[in-house]
C-alpha cells in the first residue's frame, strides 16, 4: 500500500519535499493533480456554503422583520464579508455567481435552511435578488 492511502499528509509532505529538492522523477503525479483539482472543488463548496447562509439570512430577515436583530445583522455582514474576500482571492469562482444551476443549487439549500429555522414554508422558488447588485452589497437589505 501506498504512503498515499494509508497517510496522505505524510505523503503531501514528502511530495513537497521532493519538489523542492528537484526530485521530480519520484513524484506521485497522479495523486498530486487529484489533491490539486480537490483544493479547488473544495474553495467551491466553501463558496456555496458562506452563499447559502447570506441567502438563508436574507429570507429570514425579509420574512420574519419582527425577529430581526444584531446577531442575524452580524452574520449577513460576516458572511458578506467572506464572500468578498473568497472572491478577491480566488477571482477564478466569480463566475460561479452568474451559473444558474450552481445558484439553483445554493437557493434550495438556503431556502431548506430557512425553513428548518424558522418553520415558515413561504420563500419563493427562485432567489429573487441579484447577487451582485443587492445579496452581496454592503447595505443592501431585503425589505418586506
Known amino acids: 500500500m501506498q504512503i498515499y492511502e ?7 509532505n514528502e511530495q513537497a519535499k521532493l519538489l523542492r529538492t528537484g526530485q521530480f522523477n519520484l513524484l ?3 495523486h498530486i493533480a487529484e489533491e490539486i483539482e480537490d483544493v479547488g472543488k473544495s474553495e467551491q463548496r466553501e463558496l456555496a456554503n458562506r ?11 425579509q420574512y420574519q422583520p419582527e ?5 442575524w445583522e452580524k452574520t449577513i455582514k460576516a458572511q458578506r464579508k467572506e464572500i468578498n474576500y473568497a472572491l478577491e482571492e480566488s ?9 444558474p444551476r450552481w445558484l439553483d443549487m445554493v437557493w434550495a439549500r438556503a431556502v431548506a ?15 429573487p435578488w441579484s447577487l451582485q447588485k443587492e445579496a452581496l ?8
Not at 425577529?67 to 446577531?71: D, E, L, N, P
Not at 435552511?113 to 419563493?124: H, K
Not at 452589497?137 to 418586506?144: N, Q, R, S, Y
Open 91 to 99: 477571482p477564478s469562482l466569480a463566475p460561479k455567481l452568474d451559473e
Open 137 to 144: 452589497a454592503e447595505t443592501w437589505m431585503p425589505t418586506e
Open 67 to 71: 425577529r430581526r436583530g444584531a446577531s
Open 6 to 12: 494509508k497517510d496522505v499528509n505524510a505523503w503531501a
Open 28 to 30: 506521485d503525479i497522479e
Open 51 to 61: 452563499m447559502t447562509v447570506l441567502l438563508a439570512h436574507l429570507l429570514k430577515w
Open 113 to 127: 435552511q430557512a425553513v428548518n429555522e424558522t418553520n415558515l414554508d413561504c420563500f419563493p422558488d427562485a432567489c
